[in-house]
């Protein structure tokens, strides 16, 4: 099973009598929008509200909770100063109550604020394409959200059925799909491959990049393990100063006393070429010393 996922469309008065946009009309688009509303403070929205602005569109962004909620708090915050710095308007912990459409202007009302705008991007999250394929009858598990259960070989709570891709519960990024399909393939063919989700580096592609590996301080502590963090400024990295850009930091996590490395985060130019080595010393089970 392969079906992947859709945009989730959250259940707001009016919405779904108005010709909303999705990443996917969005990507599409020969249409500058003059104002683009973004609703959602997930990866893809923050990348296309920074696209569109970069673009030329008036651009406000809001979000229900903080910029990337499930991330380390700092790295919102930091993109959020980017944001505005470009001139972007974030509004935070704000939700969408209404939205009509008439004369091809949306009308939004945002907490009892009303908010003009050309377009309307609905950028609020994922659900599996799950929810017409009887999944119970083939006695294939799925979790609350209706991802499919799989384990390491990518097989499902059925033992003839495999599943692979953003139908399951696996990070959604395609590098990990990629693996999971060639995996489920060959162990479909009789193979006993697995697939490894416990070091996934993940790069979101703003300006400046956002790149995670492993625990942030946050997830670490909810774990009951003590760490230690440290964050370097980029203006302390004379790389950046050549580049004259900045924006952002390194921060890492790591255990208490013995300074194995449990995780790293970085906002900077090119994040995701260097998230990698920090993939590769957790890998390797490796100290801040080493």
């Known amino acids: 099973i392969a079906t992947g996922a859709t945009p989730f469309i959250p259940e707001i008065p009016g919405l779904r009598d108005t010709p909303y946009w999705t990443s996917t009309e969005a990507l599409a688009t020969q249409q500058l929008p003059e104002h683009l ?3 959602g403070g997930s990866m ?6 920074q696209a569109f602005l970069r673009l030329g569109s008036r651009v406000t962004l809001i979000a229900r909770s903080t910029l990337l909620a499930k991330e380390d708090p700092l790295i919102g915050a930091t993109l959020q100063s980017i944001f505005a710095d470009e001139g972007m308007r974030v509004l935070t912990a704000r939700t969408l109550r209404h939205v009509s459409y008439t004369a091809g202007r949306y009308t939004l009302n945002v907490d009892g604020e009303i908010i003009h705008a050309g377009q309307l991007l609905i950028a609020t999250g994922r659900m599996p394409n799950t929810a017409e394929l009887n999944l119970a009858q083939a006695a294939v598990q799925t979790d609350a959200r209706g991802a499919i259960v799989v384990d390491a070989h990518l097989r499902t709570s059925a033992n003839h059925i495999y599943a692979a891709g953003d139908c399951t519960a696996a990070p959604a990024f395609v590098y990990v799909a990629a693996a999971a399909g060639t995996r489920a393939g060959a162990n479909m063919l009789g193979g006993d491959e697995r697939l490894d989700l416990s070091i996934v580096p993940a790069v979101i592609f703003t300006d400046p990049q956002v790149a995670t590996v ?8 909810q774990l009951d393990i003590k760490v230690e963090t440290r964050t370097l400024s980029l203006e302390h990295v004379p790389r950046a100063l050549a580049n004259f850009d900045t924006r952002g930091w390194v921060k890492l996590v790591a255990e208490t006393g013995s300074g194995k490395l449990l995780g790293a985060q970085i906002v900077a130019a090119e994040a995701g070429e260097v998230i990698q080595s ?3 010393a957790l890998h390797a089970g490796m100290t801040v010393h080493d």
Do not use: F, K, S, W
Request: glycine share 4%.
């Open 44 to 49: 893809v929205a923050l990348e296309l509200a």
């Open 278 to 280: 920090a993939a590769l």
């Open 37 to 39: 509303v973004v609703y």
């Open 214 to 221: 492993g625990l942030d301080e946050t997830r670490a502590r």
